[in-house]
Every structure is written in C-alpha cells, then in structure tokens.
C-alpha cells in the first residue's frame, strides 16, 4: 500500500508560481510511474502531467504544456509538479496519483491517490 500526501497549494495572483510536493510512504515509490490531475468546481477531474519511474519520460496536458513541470526524487519518495505562469483556469484541486505506466494525455493503471491540495489564482 502507498499513501500520497499533497502539499504546496495556496492562492497566488495571476502570473504567478506555486510548487507542490506529494510525499508517498513505503519503499516502493520508484516502482510506480507518478501522475498529477486536477478538478476544477462542477468539472470532472482532469489529466495535467505525468512522470515515469525514473524521470526519463513526462507528458504534460495541452493546457498546462510550457507553464508546468513535472519532476521527481526517488531518493525522497516525491514528486513535484512546478506551476509557473499560473491562470484563473488553473484554479482546482491537485491531485497525484501512482499509475503502471504513462502515457501521452494520460496514465493507465491509475491506483493509489492523494487527499488533494487546492489551487486557486486570482485575476
């Protein structure tokens, strides 16, 4: 079993930056490839970025594709989503998941998930 907890959301104005961080348990974090989705109010939750167990390979959303990045450290058992150039639209919950594999606009084998940090960016 892997629990995820998300961290690093607020709210920010327009243009601006967050970083979040989610920290998963157990030894076996590096055995998964590692997404992130979002949910916006009244929106069904959608696909941003993901992450393949090493680093090597990441998929980013159309909307989200320049602005954000995806990182991880297997050392710390973390993944990081780097938000820049943050829009009103971005406002949601963020969301990381661990996923069998990734692909572009999405994971497969989406399994454990995090309780969700918020977004919100001002106009």
């Known amino acids: 079993q892997v629990q995820l907890v998300e961290s690093g959301g607020g709210l920010v104005q327009a243009g601006g930056s967050l970083r979040l961080s989610c920290a998963a348990s157990?030894?076996?974090?590096?055995?998964?490839?590692m997404g992130w989705f979002r949910q916006a109010p009244g929106k069904e939750r959608e696909f941003v970025a993901a992450?393949?167990?090493?680093?090597?390979?990441?998929h980013y959303a159309d909307s989200v594709r320049g602005r954000f990045t995806i990182s991880r450290d297997n050392a710390k058992n973390t993944v990081y989503l780097q938000m820049n150039s943050l829009k009103p639209e971005d406002t949601a919950v963020y969301y990381c998941?661990?996923?069998?594999?990734?692909?572009?606009?999405?994971?497969?084998?989406?399994?454990?998930w995090g309780q969700g940090t918020q977004v919100t960016v001002s106009s």
């Open positions: 998941v661990t996923a069998l594999s990734v692909a572009p606009g999405g994971v497969a084998g989406a399994d454990y």
């Open positions: 157990g030894r076996t974090f590096s055995l998964y490839d």
């Open positions: 992450i393949s167990r090493i680093g090597s390979v990441t």
